[in-house]
């Protein structure tokens, strides 16, 4: 019997031992057959993953991201230990213990398979996910499962499992773009991922399973019951208790974030600042290596050109007459109550803008229209639609058509709204604000709606400057010696055109001349033909070459039609060229990047402020005060009202196809352009001073309202060889300082006319 169990034994030794052999063998070929073909773990030494290029205002406030993959890259202790406990309890319970790969979970997923044919997931350990996240791909294979295992081993040699659990953490993806703990804590919760509480740890631990369809924007109960799941892990984890689990499975989930990025407050500003960075670093550096830009821009005033830039247009298109509905979706055989708008998931507030469905209109003159934006009701009556000229909304609307509506008041219990009827304008048009010290862009809108087009009229778009042009002749004539005295004809006038063409004969807005004027009048008031005689004085040549000392590039063609603005000229140069007239005759090159930093914090670029004299500082300063006289009484007069130290001037071209203002105070510069993009009339008497400076002054109030002392306001300093003198303003002869039409005019000394006329 002893010799039968001695045998036995040796049997079952050898089978043992030819076990062990084939298991060898197969680890061996296994081995053999792939390590030569695995990525070296020693690029995790190095670790880079994509990361976001962040834009910054002057302020530090966040405007811009750029990114194939949103991450933040956090260190181990910014992660919540709560966040930790809910990730190994969802994912890998047995995190701390194994040595990258689970035999007993692999045994269990392998027999699974086997019975079920076929080839399923779920034994991998976080190691084995994170080498398949960082080296593999998710296909479905044997070859990839044992190339998974294998490295995961690699990377439990080689790091702790504190680094490990870090890179996880940063690599994994938590959907709508967002990858790693932290870019997804931001987005769900608009928080760190050090602060995150349990339920909110739970929720995103939960996500890593399937992220396009447990994400609680996607499915909102896919994801509670997959957040529940996880805190009762934690609980058998002995990480939190009974009790405290059941607490935070009845704790409502209250997102903060949203799947998609909210419209940046300057998206034009923004758009010029990638397309630099494309530009001069490539676009993998701008969308995978995480630059921090820094750039000039004024948040609050960059609102405030917004918000002003909207109003005007939206005037200036009521009087052009109201326009029936563009869509109706009954018409489109959709309907009504189905209907969604994307702009109906954001907050709603007072004074917005928003899409609008007519849901039923009430007839006769008293009946209103019902509304419904998103999940509140709201009814346009008379009032609402005065500015249309009719008697009842039912005269221009009918169910099914899709219109806009002003936000006048928000009655959030009641889930109503107070509204007004708006309309999309059809013209555009552009606010650009600079730092006169500086060069720095602090506002940039280019235009009505970057969704609707990307077209950035503040810089791309090169337009006839009309009059303002003006102040360029009158700078070369000021330094020819003439003075804001001097006497110009307004009177009819022919001018020799080239070969062949008939005589130039310009005439102004008005159709009358006033005979002799003084230049300041005519500048104020912005008269045409002395503009083109004085250009004829000095030379078209003389005046081309004072352009270019302003800034200008585009094409300038030597012919007295240039004096009333026939050349183009974007935005930028034109307040940049304005800008030289505060700035004691000094052109600053714009820019809005100040400095780049890559993301190891090594400074890549820096951008100072990059002076150039353009024109002397006595004759910047006679201009100066020549263009705050259009704001005193010519055609910018109504700025007046603003009661701020002001300069600028109007620009309104042939057919009334651009209006622009242009104008300034000793600190800042704003350019404001408005017209249509197919050159189109803007209509009649659409100067730059009814279309253009309504907007520049609703601009300039917030910036005084923001900035602004009134007790102590800024002033134009004047150089040392201005001489200051009564003349009569009709005239331009000195007269007594109290008598009447005296106004204090500037000179450069030995300019200014000698004796007092009694």
Same mark, same amino acid.
């Given at each position: 019997?002893?010799?039968?169990?001695?045998?036995?034994?040796?049997?079952?030794?050898?089978?043992?031992?030819?076990?062990?052999?084939?298991?060898?063998?197969?680890?061996?070929?296994?081995?053999?057959e792939?390590?030569?073909?695995?990525?070296?773990?020693?690029?995790?030494?190095?670790?880079?993953?994509?990361?976001?290029?962040?834009?910054?205002?002057?302020?530090?406030?966040?405007?811009?991201?750029?990114?194939?993959?949103?991450?933040?890259v956090?260190?181990?202790?910014?992660?919540?230990?709560?966040?930790?406990?809910?990730?190994?309890?969802?994912?890998?319970?047995?995190?701390?213990r194994?040595?990258?790969?689970?035999?007993?979970? /692999?045994?269990?997923? =392998?027999?699974?398979?086997?019975?079920?044919?076929?080839?399923?997931?779920?034994?991998?350990?976080?190691?084995?996910?994170?080498?398949?996240?960082?080296?593999l791909?998710d296909?479905?294979?044997?070859?990839?499962?044992?190339?998974?295992?294998l490295?995961?081993?690699?990377?439990?040699?080689?790091?702790?499992?504190?680094?490990?659990?870090?890179?996880?953490?940063?690599?994994?993806?938590?959907?709508?773009?967002?990858?790693?703990?932290?870019? =997804?804590?931001?987005?769900?919760?608009?928080?760190?991922?050090?602060?995150?509480? /349990?339920?909110?740890?739970?929720? /995103?631990?939960?996500?890593?399973?399937?992220?396009?369809?447990?994400?609680?924007?996607?499915?909102?109960?896919?994801?509670?019951?997959?957040?529940?799941?996880?805190?009762q892990?934690m609980?058998?984890?002995?990480?939190?208790?009974?009790?405290?689990?059941?607490?935070?499975?009845?704790?409502?989930?209250?997102?903060?974030?949203?799947?998609t990025?909210?419209?940046?407050?300057?998206?034009?500003?923004?758009?010029?600042?990638? *397309?630099?960075?494309?530009?001069?670093?490539?676009?993998?550096?701008?969308?995978?290596?995480?630059?921090?830009?820094?750039?000039?821009?004024?948040?609050?005033?960059?609102?405030?050109?917004?918000r002003?830039?909207?109003?005007?247009?939206?005037?200036?298109?009521?009087?052009?007459?109201?326009?029936?509905?563009?869509?109706n979706?009954?018409?489109?055989?959709?309907?009504?109550?189905?209907?969604?708008?994307?702009?109906?998931?954001?907050? /709603?507030?007072?004074?917005?803008?928003?899409?609008?469905?007519?849901?039923?209109?009430?007839?006769?003159?008293?009946?209103?229209?019902?509304?419904?934006?998103?999940?509140? =009701?709201?009814?346009?009556?008379?009032?609402?639609?005065?500015?249309?000229?009719?008697?009842?909304?039912?005269?221009?609307?009918?169910?099914?058509?899709?219109?806009?509506?002003?936000v006048? *008041?928000?009655?959030?219990?009641?889930?109503?709204?107070g509204?007004?009827?708006?309309?999309?304008?059809?013209?555009?048009?552009?606010?650009?604000?600079?730092?006169?010290?500086?060069?720095?862009?602090?506002?940039?809108?280019?235009?009505?709606?970057?969704?609707?087009?990307?077209?950035?009229?503040?810089?791309?778009?090169?337009?006839?400057?009309g009059?303002?042009?003006?102040?360029?002749?009158?700078? =070369?004539a000021?330094?020819?010696?003439?003075?804001?005295?001097?006497?110009?004809?307004d009177?009819?006038?022919?001018?020799?055109?080239?070969?062949?063409?008939?005589?130039?004969?310009?005439?102004?807005?008005?159709?009358?001349?006033?005979?002799?004027?003084?230049?300041?009048?005519?500048?104020?008031?912005?008269?045409?033909?002395?503009?083109?005689?004085?250009?004829?004085?000095?030379?078209p040549?003389?005046?081309?070459?004072?352009?270019?000392?302003?800034?200008?590039e585009?094409?300038?063609?030597?012919?007295?039609?240039?004096?009333?603005?026939?050349?183009?000229?974007?935005?930028?140069?034109?307040?940049?060229?304005y800008?030289?007239?505060?700035?004691?005759?000094?052109?600053?090159?714009?820019?809005?990047?100040?400095?780049?930093?890559?993301?190891?914090?090594?400074?890549?670029?820096?951008?100072?402020?990059?002076?150039?004299?353009?024109?002397?500082?006595?004759?910047?300063?006679?201009?100066?005060?020549?263009?705050?006289?259009?704001i005193a009484?010519?055609?910018?007069?109504?700025?007046?009202?603003?009661?701020?130290?002001?300069?600028g001037?109007?620009?309104?071209?042939?057919?009334?196809?651009?209006?622009?203002?242009?104008?300034?105070?000793?600190?800042?510069?704003?350019g404001?352009?408005?017209?249509?993009?197919?050159?189109?009339?803007?209509?009649?008497?659409?100067?730059?001073?009814?279309?253009?400076?309504?907007?520049?002054?609703?601009?300039?109030?917030?910036?005084?309202?923001?900035?602004?002392?009134?007790?102590?306001?800024?002033?134009?300093?004047?150089?040392?060889?201005?001489v200051?003198?009564?003349v009569?303003?009709?005239?331009?002869?000195?007269?007594?300082?109290?008598?009447?039409?005296?106004?204090?005019?500037?000179?450069?000394?030995?300019?200014?006319?000698?004796?007092?006329?009694?």
């Open positions: 019997m002893a010799h039968v169990v001695i045998r036995v034994a040796r049997h079952a030794g050898l089978v043992a031992l030819f076990l062990l052999i084939a298991v060898l063998g197969i680890v061996s070929g296994i081995l053999f792939y390590a030569g073909d695995l990525p070296q773990i020693e690029a995790l030494d190095d670790y880079k993953p994509n990361t976001i290029t962040r834009v910054y205002a002057a302020n530090g406030q966040v405007i811009g991201e750029f990114a194939t993959e949103r991450r933040v956090v260190k181990y202790d910014d992660i919540s230990p709560r966040l930790h406990q809910a990730i190994l309890s969802a994912e890998d319970a047995d995190f701390e194994h040595f990258g790969i689970s035999v007993s979970r /692999i045994v269990i997923t =392998a027999g699974e398979d086997v019975v079920k044919r076929r080839l399923a997931g779920g034994a991998s350990t976080l190691t084995q996910q994170l080498a398949r996240k960082l080296f791909t296909e479905k294979t044997w070859e990839r499962k044992i190339k998974e295992a490295l995961a081993i690699q990377i439990e040699r080689r790091y702790t499992k504190r680094e490990i659990f870090t890179l996880y953490c940063n690599q994994v993806y938590f959907g709508h773009g967002a990858y790693g703990v932290e870019a =997804a804590s931001r987005l769900y919760f608009d928080k760190r991922a050090r602060d995150l509480s /349990i339920e909110e740890a739970a929720l /995103i631990a939960g996500i890593i399973q399937t992220p396009e369809r447990q994400s609680p924007f996607v499915d909102m109960r896919r994801a509670i019951r997959r957040r529940n799941y996880v805190l892990r609980a058998e984890e002995g990480y939190i208790t009974r009790a405290a689990a059941a607490a935070a499975e009845e704790t409502p989930i209250e997102l903060r974030g949203q799947p990025s909210e419209e940046s407050v300057a998206p034009y500003f923004v758009e010029e600042v990638r *397309k630099y960075l494309e530009r001069r670093y490539g676009a993998k550096q701008l969308y995978e290596n995480g630059l921090s830009v820094y750039t000039s821009l004024d948040v609050d005033l960059q609102a405030a050109a917004t002003a830039l909207d109003t005007g247009l939206r005037q200036l298109d009521k009087r052009r007459g109201f326009r029936k509905p563009r869509r979706l009954l018409t489109e055989g959709r309907a009504i109550d189905q209907y969604r708008d994307d702009a109906w998931e954001r907050p /709603i507030s007072v004074g917005q803008v928003v899409p609008a469905v007519v849901v039923a209109v009430g007839g006769g003159r008293g009946g209103a229209a019902r509304l419904r934006i998103g999940r509140y =009701a709201a009814d346009l009556g008379r009032e609402g639609i005065r500015w249309t000229g009719r008697g009842s909304p039912a005269e221009i609307l009918k169910p099914g058509d899709l219109i806009e509506a002003r006048a *008041k928000i009655d959030q219990t009641a889930g109503v709204l509204v007004t009827l708006e309309q999309t304008p059809l013209v555009d048009g552009a606010v650009l604000a600079l730092d006169n010290r500086t060069g720095q862009i602090i506002s940039m809108v280019g235009g009505l709606s970057f969704t609707r087009s990307k077209f950035n009229r503040a810089v791309q778009a090169y337009r006839q400057m009059s303002g042009f003006k102040p360029i002749v009158y700078t =070369a000021i330094d020819r010696g003439l003075t804001p005295a001097t006497i110009v004809l009177t009819p006038a022919s001018f020799r055109a080239g070969p062949g063409q008939p005589p130039y004969a310009p005439h102004d807005y008005d159709g009358q001349f006033e005979g002799p004027i003084t230049l300041r009048h005519a500048l104020e008031e912005s008269r045409n033909v002395p503009a083109v005689r004085t250009m004829e004085e000095i030379g040549k003389q005046v081309v070459e004072y352009a270019r000392l302003f800034g200008f585009g094409p300038i063609e030597p012919y007295l039609s240039t004096a009333l603005g026939a050349a183009d000229a974007s935005l930028l140069e034109v307040t940049a060229a800008s030289v007239f505060p700035n004691q005759g000094v052109l600053m090159k714009p820019y809005e990047i100040l400095r780049i930093v890559d993301r190891q914090g090594n400074l890549l670029e820096q951008n100072r402020p990059q002076p150039r004299e353009a024109i002397r500082a006595d004759t910047a300063y006679v201009m100066t005060n020549l263009m705050r006289g259009v009484r010519g055609t910018g007069a109504a700025a007046a009202s603003l009661d701020w130290p002001l300069g001037k109007t620009g309104t071209t042939n057919d009334f196809t651009d209006a622009w203002f242009t104008g300034f105070d000793p600190r800042i510069t704003v404001v352009w408005v017209g249509h993009d197919d050159k189109k009339p803007l209509g009649p008497a659409e100067t730059g001073a009814e279309a253009a400076l309504p907007i520049w002054m609703e601009f300039m109030k917030a910036y005084i309202d923001r900035y602004g002392d009134r007790e102590h306001p800024p002033t134009f300093d004047a150089p040392g060889n201005i200051f003198m009564s009569d303003r009709v005239t331009g002869l000195p007269v007594a300082d109290n008598a009447p039409n005296a106004i204090s005019e500037a000179f450069i000394a030995g300019t200014q006319p000698g004796g007092i006329k009694q």
